[in-house]
């Protein structure tokens, strides 16, 4: 099809994502993990607020096609994520299926702490490589992230909770543009 925005033709073979799922397991190491963000990171910023029953039936369904991690949602202040403010009830709602693990994303000790009444087995923690991306997402300076990962990362041993964590704008970023590979590598060593 003709993207006309952008006066781009593209050709796209569709692949079942069972198919991509294994073809990307063989190719890639075993030490990469490829997690679905999209029920959390690609619902986050959707003005409407999606229906919980929805948000349930897109986790189902990517855990249908072999996903073995689908982050499912985050436990963010509902002021400012009010897409998100159903994660209880969603992460109640799935069919959880053998195999596939539902990690939560959390910026903080609240979260977490939210998270745990859920019963949840996984979070993910993250910061950025970007001062004002971190400012923005989680309210505080990239040092002070790391601060309270701390506390998340004790209570979530205590709990026996599995912890992923990620630097975000590692690329670029929205407020500050390019990145410094160094600055990527000096926020990923800490």
Request: hydrophobic share 40%; aromatic share 6%; proline share 4%.
């Amino acid at each position: 099809g003709i993207n006309a925005e952008y006066g781009v033709t593209m050709q796209a073979k569709v692949i079942p994502a069972r198919e991509l799922l294994r073809t990307l397991r063989r190719g890639v190491s075993s030490f990469v993990k490829v997690v679905e963000v999209g029920p959390r990171d690609g619902l986050q910023n959707v003005k409407s607020v999606v229906p919980t029953d929805i948000k349930i039936q897109l986790i189902d369904r990517l855990s249908d096609c072999g996903f073995q991690s689908v982050e499912s949602t985050s436990f963010v202040s509902r002021k400012w994520v009010p897409q998100l403010a159903d994660s209880k009830d969603v992460l109640s709602g799935i069919t959880r299926s053998t195999g596939t693990e539902y990690p939560v994303l959390v910026p903080n000790l609240k979260g977490l702490e939210l998270a745990l009444d859920s019963n949840v087995s996984e979070i993910g923690i993250f910061t950025a490589a970007s001062e004002r991306c971190c400012k923005k997402n989680t309210n505080c300076s990239i040092a002070e992230s790391f601060e309270r990962f701390k506390l998340v990362l004790d209570l979530a041993q205590q709990h026996s909770v599995k912890v992923r964590a990620y630097v975000s704008c590692i690329a670029g970023c929205p407020y500050e543009g390019a990145i410094k590979a160094s600055k990527v590598a000096e926020v990923s060593e800490d």
